[in-house]
């Protein structure tokens, strides 16, 4: 399993990207926080990491979003 990169945006516009590394069932999740107050679309991917397709793999898992209180 190659490192993919995670990303968020917001109307179009990345806000946070994180590039992770190899993963093995058991591991430590990797939160990413975005703020999407008045945000029409929200768009979450999963990219090659910049080092080719082949043997990449990536799961959203339990992506939620959530309001504050």
Do not use: F, I
Not at 11 to 34: F, I, K, N, P, Q
Not at 43 to 59: E, P, Q, R, V
């Amino acid at each position: 399993m190659e490192p993919v990169e995670q990303r968020g945006e917001r109307d179009g516009e990345l806000v946070v990207a994180a590039r992770l590394g190899r993963y093995m069932s058991g591991d430590t999740a990797t939160h990413l926080d975005l703020e999407v107050s008045g945000v029409k679309r929200l768009t979450l991917s999963t990219t090659d990491g910049g080092n080719g397709k082949n043997s990449d793999h990536a799961d959203w898992g339990t992506a939620s979003l959530a309001c504050a209180p």
